[in-house]
């Protein structure tokens, strides 16, 4: 496969993260080398405090519409990666393939949020919980709409059928390897690799580029 096989890449950043994450500089740099260009739609806008699934979602199907005609290509990490299996299913073969980093396969499933109970009902009380952004390098508020929003998607039990890769660290704090496991282990379509890192992959950007690499037909 050429380069001129690669349509177009899209990254999807993560929770209180951003299109400048370190990941997303990183892939976007490797593509440039390539003459590619990746597109790294910013979730945080217009601002974190309103942020949903179904508002990333919308935002991810209009910039797709508006790179013009032909299959591209997912890249999604943690709670991007969410979206990306999403959006995968959803959009059928406007996705040709699909990369996911750390995925949170779990998220917002009763018994396997981050949050325990108690601060969700809290949350809920509140109307707003502050979580640390890490593009802002500080805490902003996240309204409860993202929890309620949030329990309308599953994409553990989405019909994922497009060619796909998952790198999982072993030591993740945020995302289980066993629920990835579980998680790719009916889908034949996907290829899991399971790293000596944690939740950030970062000391394995290297060997995760070389993968992706020839699984975009980068390489010869």
């Not at 699934?53 to 797709?64: D, V, Y």
């Not at 009916?186 to 399971?194: A, C, E, G, K, W």
Request: aromatic letters at 10%.
């Amino acid at each position: 496969m050429s380069d001129a096989a690669v349509n177009k890449v899209f990254y999807l950043h993560g929770f209180a993260s951003s299109a400048r994450s370190t990941k997303a500089g990183y892939v976007a740099d490797r593509l440039r080398e390539h003459g590619l260009a990746l597109h790294c739609p910013d979730f945080n806008e217009p601002d974190f405090t309103t942020l949903t699934m179904t508002r990333m979602m919308a935002r991810l199907e209009q910039e797709i519409s508006d790179a013009g005609p032909g299959a591209v290509t997912l890249i999604g990490s943690s709670l991007g990666g969410t979206l990306a299996i999403l959006a995968a299913a959803r959009l059928g073969a406007r996705v040709d393939r699909v990369v996911l980093l750390a995925p949170a396969v779990m998220f917002a499933r009763l018994g396997h949020h981050l949050l325990p109970p108690e601060r969700i009902e809290r949350w809920r009380l509140e109307g707003t919980m502050p979580f640390f952004h890490y593009a802002y390098n500080e805490e902003q508020p996240l309204a409860y709409a993202f929890y309620e929003d949030s329990v309308r998607y599953d994409a553990f039990g989405a019909a994922l059928w497009q060619p796909t890769l998952i790198f999982q660290g072993l030591h993740d704090r945020s995302v289980d390897h066993r629920t990835v496991e579980q998680f790719a282990r009916t889908r034949p379509n996907i290829t899991l690799s399971l790293l000596d890192d944690d939740h950030q992959l970062t000391a394995s950007l290297p060997a995760i580029w070389g993968a992706v690499s020839a699984f975009l037909g980068l390489v010869a």
